[in-house]
Every structure is written in C-alpha cells, then in structure tokens.
C-alpha cells in the first residue's frame, strides 16, 4: 500500500459518517483521501457472510430510516449507485408477556385498526399525533441534522410550533418516555412501542430526552418505516463508496491513522503507521473522541482543558449481539399480525425499566431487553426462501459489577461466558417462540470486545458514540464548548457520531464536519505544503 504524499483532505475512518464526509469533500473538487482501519469500508454499517455462506448477516446496524428521513444521506442519491431499499411487512413489532404485539405498520389505517383493536379511540389518537408530526416533524429532523445551533430549520420548527399546540408540544417533546402521551392512549401498547424504541439510546425513561426519542422513532416508524439495503447493510456503504471513487476520490482500507500532525496549532497531515500524508486543507476524523483527543492528537498539542474535559466524557452501554442463520422463519407462539422486520422482546413496560436500571447500576440484565431484526422478512435475498437471517442484540454494563440473572463476571473473552449469556439471550427468545432452538443452523456470538475488534470506534462495544444523555448533546458533545465539528486545531474536524447530533446512521456529524471544513478553507488561503513527505 503506497499512500499519496499529499491530498488536500484525508477523512480518516469509512463509517457512515466519514463516507458521507469524503463525498461532501470531493463534490466540492477536494482531492480527499479516505483511509480506513478495517479491511472494508462501512464502519458499523457492513454484513457478511461469517455465520453461513448462504446467509448474509449484518454485522453490526440493520434498519435506516434516519437515512432516508433525512437530506443527508438522502441527497446523495444513492439509488444511482446501486441501493435499494426494502421493507418488511411491518415496521415494527413489540412482543409482550403474554405473546400479544403492539405493532406499527407503514400503512396508517392498519396500524391505527391494530391500536383501536386493543383500546378503543387509540387509532384516533394515532392518526392525530401523526397528523401532527406532518406539520412539524420534518422541521425537526432538519434541526437535529445541522450544527448546533439550528438556525434555519430551528427558526422553521417555532414558526411551525403554534400549529401543533406551541409550547405544550414543546413541553411534550421534553418529556421522558413514561409521561409522554399518556393522557393521549388509553392502551399499553403505544406506551411499549415508544419506550422501546427509545432505547435504542441509553437515556433512562424517566429521565427528559427519552420521550422525543421514542417518539421519533415511533413517527419515523410510522412516516418512512425502517428500511434496509437489498443484499445487507454493507450495501449502503458500497454505495456511498462507489459515489466518492465516481467523484474522484481515493479510499485505502486496511490503512490504520497511527496520528494525526500538527504544527504550530495546525493539521498538516496523517501517518498511517511510516507513511506520511500531508494535507493543503483538512483532516476530518471519523474516530471516537477518546481517540481523537489524548491518542491520533496527544493533549500536550491541545489546551489543558480538553484533557480535563475528556476525563468526563461517558460512553453508552456496552452491546452483546448474536447472529442467526435459521432453517425456517421463527416459529412465534403467537403469531404476529403482520410480520415485522423490528422486534422488541420485554414482557412489559415496567421489565424494560428494570432492565435499564440493572445497567445504570453496572448489573448484567437477568431479563435482557432484546432488540431483533428478522433480516429475511423484511428483505427475501438475505437467505434461501424460507429461511431466516436474524440477529439479536441487548446492552450491558461498560463496567460490570454484578450479574443480576447469576454468576457472570463481564469478562467476554472467556468463551463459557459469552455462551452462558447468549444463552440467557436466546432462552428469551424460545419462551415467546418455541422450537426456535431447533431452527438454527448456525449461531455467532459477537461480545462488546468483538464488536470493538471489528470497529474500533465501538468503545466497550458501545453503539452510539457516547452516552445520548442530555448533559452530553448539543454543545456538550464531546465535551463543552465542542457542539460544532471544529476541534482546537485548526484544519481539524470531529466527524463521528461522538460529535453533534450523535449516534445512528444519518451522516449529520460526517456533513457537519465537511461543510465545517468548506466553509474555513473558504476563509483561509490554501495551504502551501513545500517538505516532500517520507514514505
Ligand atoms: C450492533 C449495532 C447496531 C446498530 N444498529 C443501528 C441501526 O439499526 N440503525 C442505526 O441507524 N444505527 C445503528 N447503530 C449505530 C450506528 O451504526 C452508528 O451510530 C454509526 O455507524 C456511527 O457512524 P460513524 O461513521 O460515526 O462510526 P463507525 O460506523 O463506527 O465507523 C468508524 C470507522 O472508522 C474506522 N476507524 C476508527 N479509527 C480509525 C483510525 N485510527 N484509522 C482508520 N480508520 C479508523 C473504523 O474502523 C470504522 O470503520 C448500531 C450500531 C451497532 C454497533
């Protein structure tokens, strides 16, 4: 691998969010370089064929609506690089206890038929708060997608507000999951579809932040649906790959960013281990923070406070993930509606905040909350006709103190552990489905330390690039006064999701930092590089 000796930007790190950089970048005639760690690009968005030849599993993220809700990956067009998008027969299922399901399915009339079933006037309520989320839920995407502040789509979102109940609605987008709407539905099951999907973060559900998650998911669920590339997640970042190399730009994987130079308060350029990279105009960094500061930039190039800082700077659970390769869908005791491609396993509302309140207290869930992704269902070229690629994933503790279910100890590379807990992980599964054990043909067990080994960026295994508490958003994240995608060097840009609005698969930190970069290039002279670089 012999590197160029000079670019006017490197993007290192080829998640989304770099991908999404690097042809910001080269539409605006950068020469950029994107260097990758991994031997593929795609960061957590990849699927491979490592369970079973015939299956294709996504190795890590499955479903994209922020994706497609969003100008960001969406502008780029990607239908024209080869994605297709498919969708499951429903969006979205909650499985309870007692083998019922809240469902959302992308046609309103079915899903509020499915809420009215359960709870007479809760599909009237459905419609109305969808209702609402047209007039204004668009805005608000927009707003969450900019650098912070958001003045345009921020300013769109308060001329919109009066027309959905203005600072009531406000009042409601703060609340925490277990109040928000629950004057609206007279059902658990709009309760459970929202608190689960609100995990998907990390904020505790009694806690402000969680509500609007919860709520755009489950708008997002019911507006665009949760859709997922033909052919495996991978799909999507090949794409994205394919539009940067059309445009002129260069991507080296198994290319690791050992540092990142700096001179006089300037980024000059990357090494990849002996290889110099000088850059005329920027490096953006698609790494995690705690990467980025202290390890590619030390803190003795940086102001003292960014170390202090730092010190504070809190990771989301970590993730624990099996993969399936099925010989038949799963054999679902009750049978869903319609199936969904998203599945929630608790039991109910009251388990789900049992389980996250074992982890805030650095506990192993005895009763995991399982998030699932019936991969086949929602796209048939995963697998041969009537079998199923599916996966399953909880959280647990970054730091492990106890295990709330009996005696494991967190340490995931012992393999008779990772067993015991997959174990505990698929029991769930065989109570709601039973004979799912007998279905599988092939299981693998990715633990947080896999996960990290295959992404480096996964910290601990953890998904989002930071904790999506509210003391770490907005000019919070990474850490005070960094809300924008400039970093104290100048000509350095975070570009990942421990940047502003966060972790999912959107590309806003990897456009933010781009157009960050556009725009100071704009403002300042195009660097002269005159040293020829050591290779
Ligand atoms: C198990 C799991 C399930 C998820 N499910 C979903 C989902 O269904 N939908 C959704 O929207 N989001 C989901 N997410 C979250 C989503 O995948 C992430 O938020 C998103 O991938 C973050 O993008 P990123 O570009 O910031 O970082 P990443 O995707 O982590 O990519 C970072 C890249 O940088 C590379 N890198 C790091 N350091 C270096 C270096 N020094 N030199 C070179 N390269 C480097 C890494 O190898 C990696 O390829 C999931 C995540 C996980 C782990």
């Not at 260069?250 to 350029?269: M, R």
């Not at 393999?415 to 092939?442: C, L």
């Not at 953890?462 to 104290?488: E, H, K, M, V, Y």
Request: proline share 7%; charged share 20%; net charge negative.
């Amino acid at each position: 691998m012999t590197l160029p000796r000079e670019v006017d930007a490197v993007v290192i790190g080829a998640g989304p969010n770099g991908l999404v950089a690097a042809n910001r970048l080269a539409d605006a005639g950068w020469d950029t370089l994107l260097l990758e760690a991994q031997p593929e690009v795609g960061g957590a968005v990849r699927s491979d064929r490592e369970v079973h030849p015939d299956f294709v599993t996504d190795t890590f993220s499955a479903f994209y609506p922020m994706a497609v809700a969003s100008q960001v990956i969406n502008g780029l067009q990607l239908e024209e690089h080869g994605l297709v998008w498919r969708h499951a027969p429903a969006v979205v299922g909650h499985s309870r206890g007692d083998g019922s399901w809240a469902i959302v399915h992308r046609d309103l009339d079915i899903t509020a038929k499915l809420l009215d079933e359960e709870h007479p006037g809760d599909g009237a309520a459905w419609r109305a708060l969808v209702d609402q989320w047209h007039k204004i839920g668009p805005s608000l995407i927009d707003a969450l997608v900019t650098p912070f502040p958001p003045l345009g789509p921020g300013l769109r979102a308060m001329i919109k507000l009066p027309r959905v109940g203005g600072l009531s609605f406000l009042r409601e987008l703060l609340s925490p999951a277990a109040n928000i709407l629950e004057q609206e539905f007279g059902g658990e099951a709009v309760r459970l579809l929202l608190a689960g999907n609100a995990l998907h973060a990390d904020i505790p559900l009694d806690a402000a932040g969680s509500g609007f998650l919860g709520l755009l998911l489950i708008m997002l669920a019911q507006n665009v649906g949760f859709p997922v590339p033909e052919g495996g997640a991978g799909k999507l970042s090949e794409a994205m790959r394919d539009r940067f190399v059309n445009h002129g730009g260069a991507v080296v994987c198994d290319a690791e960013v050992t540092k990142i130079n700096i001179s006089c308060g300037v980024a000059t350029g990357v090494a990849v281990h002996d290889q110099l990279v000088r850059v005329r105009r920027a490096v953006l960094a698609d790494v995690a923070a705690e990467h980025l500061y202290g390890r590619l930039v030390t803190f003795d190039e940086l102001p003292p406070r960014v170390r202090v800082m730092m010190a504070g700077f809190r990771r989301d659970p970590a993730t624990f993930k099996i993969d399936y390769a099925l010989n038949g869908p799963v054999p679902w005791r009750t049978q869903p509606p319609y199936a969904p491609g998203t599945v929630h396993i608790s039991d109910s509302y009251e388990e789900l905040v049992i389980a996250f309140a074992q982890l805030s207290a650095g506990s192993i869930p005895d009763r995991p909350f399982l998030l699932m992704g019936q991969m086949t269902t929602a796209d048939p070229t995963r697998s041969p006709d009537g079998t199923e690629s599916m996966w399953a994933y909880t959280h647990v503790p970054q730091r492990v103190l106890s295990d709330a279910g009996g005696t494991l100890t967190g340490s995931w590379d012992d393999a008779d552990e990772a067993e015991r807990f997959a174990d505990r992980m698929q029991d769930r599964i065989e109570q709601r489905a039973p004979g799912f054990s007998e279905r599988i043909i092939a299981r693998r067990i990715l633990t947080p330390l896999d996960l990290e080994r295959r992404d480096a960026s996964l910290v601990g295994g953890s998904l989002n690039g930071g904790t999506a508490a509210l003391d770490q958003q907005l000019i919070f994240r990474p850490i005070p006064g960094l809300g924008r995608a400039s970093t104290p060097i100048r000509g350095l840009y975070l570009a990942s999701a421990s940047a502003h609005p966060g972790g999912s698969v959107h590309g806003a930190c990897g456009m933010n930092a781009a157009r960050a970069a556009l725009t100071h290039a704009r403002l300042a002279p195009r660097r002269a590089v005159s040293k020829p670089a050591s290779t």
